[in-house]
């Protein structure tokens, strides 16, 4: 299957705000005042944050294509023919590619042929008990008998539907949270939870052209990323807050979850004036992070 992915863990981590450890130009948006330095809760870009989400999809946001009608497929897993959800996972995706395969090369069912050879998307969920399920979008409103579907795809259950657009940008944001990740799927460095077909999305209005690499940078080798399952991805996120001064903004790791020092310094914060709202703390220019850094170290040793 030709497909174009739409994002990519690696580049969620490479992309947002911060990941990459250096210091990041501020949105234009953002209140700026002359020295002062805040510290706000770091925001990934990625399909399981309920904010970092927002940040993924407004990169192709502007290039949805209207699905009003549209053939809308939703392929469910019977555990009962599978050992367990990671060798269902890894089967049923490879199926769904050659099954779709199938379908554009006209499948016969009854005495017709139904062919669908139509830009698609599939976008990847996982239900309450763990278990993987797929929804995809044809940009076609063909008819598709359900029954030959389901002989098709023959490991579940499967469901036709028309899709709207407000149900289309519903799915789209909808956040599995890494709480309620299966445990296999966190131990996986990537997962890929939206592909397009090429053709699904619209073209960009504008195609910037890279600048042309300097002698010197054709000749510096390139930095080896570091990789990291998604729980750990998770973990390095959640105890990474961002320092911001001046309109640049940097990255701070600590030990513990982020919002638990946060829980603790706010009210603090803003008993003396310093709390900013929307989760930013104004930093006292005396104590710096000595009041963050003394609460971490206070929280560690009652963990321990």
Known sequence: MNTRLANGETREERESQGGGGGVQNLPAKAAIIP???TIKEFIPASWFHPV???KVLARFWDRLPDVSGNLFLTFTLDP????DEETAFEDSRDWLRKMFYQLRQGV????????IDAPYCIKVEFHESGWVHYHAIFLTRRFLPKELLAELWDRGWVKVQRIANNDFHYLLKYV???DELPAWVKKRKRLRVFQTTKGFL????EVKKAAPKSDLAKLTPKKKRASYTMDERFWRWACTGMIRQNGLAR??????????????LVLAAALDGRYKGRGEIIINRKDGLSLWLKKQTEL????N
């Open 35 to 37: 020295g002062e330095q």
């Open 52 to 54: 970092g989400i927002f």
């Open 80 to 83: 009962k023919n599978y050992a």
């Open 108 to 115: 016969e069912y009854e005495g017709k042929i139904y062919r």
């Open 176 to 178: 599995t949270k890494p």
């Open 202 to 205: 619209q073209a960009p209005a």
């Open 251 to 264: 990255p701070v790791k600590f030990q513990i979850p982020y919002r638990e020092l946060f829980d603790h």
């Open 300 to 303: 560690v040793k009652m963990k």
